[in-house]
């Protein structure tokens, strides 16, 4: 069998061109100085890796990495694009939303946009896995757009698929790095092709709900879910630990065990997420900045910066230009 991830996506997201997740890459030097070949579609990046441009808006890539604990770096993270993974090997835990699970053999998820979530490793080990980046209107051109995310409109987030789907994912991901590694003639139109042919196939062959990670202690649970209900309330670490009566130090550290990543730091992510979704909403920047719990422009500005790439005025306009 295999496990799938998804979440909601009955609401829009702001339009993101993959061609900017490439840029900044670029910009923050995550790729060589020339690209692989030739052909401005392909990116080697630092880690091992070539990142392909199927379209403006999809980003296609095997990613194969020996992990130690020193340069797994993964920490809780949004973005606001979709990401999907098919892992054939690994020792990762990934965490989104109240959902965890271990990645393993034939384990697919699929994360949307302004999600939180962060992978931990298990232990030093390959992790070889299947990355797809797009944007909230990739497949837009589509009569039946809607019809080809249906697997995604429960707001679930994993699944069995049957074992006839599993053959069938693995094959069409063959394909479409093979097209695209060997420069076939029509190879990003093959790519496209195969990778609706794709989503078709997931959405035909979702079995079950699948089964969460249970090795998380309950009260790390517990903090996580008061941050998760609480954040735009919640000013410091202090708050958290006083709340269940813990040391802050105590806290962090917990935390920062079974995440990988500061409770500080997550904090300012749900605070941060929440405040792009009101400025989707139409809010103002200054209504998403107080709403979301901040308690400053500077410190708004700050962390959603951080987050998307631009200032928030300049992404209330270019959402409000991507819904004319």
């Given at each position: 069998m295999i496990y799938f991830g998804c979440l909601n996506v009955?609401?829009?997201?702001?339009?993101y061109t993959m061609r900017k997740y490439i840029q900044d890459h670029l910009t923050k030097g995550l790729y060589r100085p020339a690209p692989l070949s030739d052909f401005a579609d392909r990116y080697d990046s630092l880690r091992g890796w070539t990142d392909y441009l199927i379209t403006d808006k999809i980003i296609f890539s095997h990613r194969k990495t020996e992990y130690t604990y020193e340069?797994?770096?993964?920490?809780?993270h949004d973005h606001t694009f979709y990401e999907m993974s098919f892992c054939l090997r690994g020792n990762v835990a990934l965490f989104c939303e109240n959902r965890s699970v271990v990645m393993r053999?034939?384990?697919?998820?699929?994360?949307?946009?302004?999600?939180?979530h962060t992978g931990k490793l298990l232990k030093p080990s390959l992790y070889d896995r299947y990355v797809i980046y797009f944007d909230s209107d990739a497949f837009s051109f589509l009569q039946e757009a809607e019809n080809l995310m249906s697997f995604a409109q429960d707001g679930e987030f994993f699944?069995?698929?049957?074992?006839?789907?599993?053959?069938?994912v693995l094959a069409y991901l063959s394909k479409i790095e093979q097209a695209l590694q060997q420069r076939r003639p029509y190879c990003h139109t093959i790519a496209l092709t195969d990778l609706i042919q794709m989503l078709t196939v997931i959405n035909q062959s979702i079995y079950s709900a699948a089964?969460?990670?249970?090795?998380?202690?309950?009260?790390?649970l517990k903090i996580k879910a008061y941050i998760d209900d609480c954040f735009s309330s919640i000013n410091t670490v202090t708050d958290i630990a006083s709340?269940?009566?813990y040391s802050r130090e105590y806290v962090s550290k917990l935390f920062h065990k079974y995440f990988n990543s500061s409770v500080y730091q997550y904090l300012m992510r749900k605070k941060t997420a929440y405040g792009i979704q009101l400025i989707e909403d139409g809010k103002s920047v200054t209504?998403?900045?107080?709403?979301?719990?901040?308690?400053?422009?500077?410190s708004f500005i700050k962390y959603f910066t951080m987050a998307t790439g631009v200032l928030p005025s300049k992404y209330k306009k270019s959402d409000s230009s991507a819904q004319r």
């Open positions: 009955n609401k829009p997201h702001r339009r340069t797994f770096e993964d920490a809780f053999e034939n384990l697919l998820y699929l994360i949307s946009p302004n999600k939180i699944f069995l698929l049957r074992l006839d789907g599993v053959e069938q089964p969460q990670n249970p090795d998380i202690p309950d009260n790390i709340h269940f009566f209504d998403a900045c107080y709403q979301s719990g901040f308690q400053n422009m500077s």
